[in-house]
């Protein structure tokens, strides 16, 4: 699945205001229907926007995961999928899976395949998840503001982290839906 934009910018959703950081509105299809400032998706508004993640994996079974940066509003220094982000107005998903990675890790090369897509739903959000796997043995850099650090787990140690409030609520939710995927690709 990719994005669909109108031919021409997108209206406004009803009741944001334009901002610096703006987002796609879109279907549970890909079709951007709108746009609003990433803010007013965050606040209650349940606007459908779209998010990219990237879970890496080595030929070992292990899998990456970074540790989100201490001055996240959002769950600060708890361990999170390898890269994660949302797909800015006009951006297409791998585009904004490139931008993201390149951000986060510092991470260039590589093929990225895609896992799945499905909507999450928390309190103040609801975004369209799109998921990608990378394999391969890769030196990943932290950027060390917006990710703390990073490190290889191995499958039962992570899973023996689920409810503990180590990995991040997403993760917990995500990472059983696409765990089979993933080993599938080794």
Known sequence: MDLVYP????????????GRE????VEATGTVIARAPRGWCHHGSKALHPVVHLHIIDRYSRIYLQQRGASKSLLPLYWDTAVGGH?????YLREALFREAAEELKFYDFNPYPIRTYIYESNTEKELVNVFAAVGNF???PDGDEVAGGRWWEIPELEAAFGKNILTPNFEHEFPMVKQSLLALL
């Open 7 to 18: 031919v021409s910018v997108a209206p406004l959703a009803p009741g944001a205001k334009s």
């Open 22 to 25: 703006m987002l796609p509105i």
């Open 87 to 91: 797909v800015n107005y006009g951006e």
């Open 139 to 141: 030196e990943l850099k």
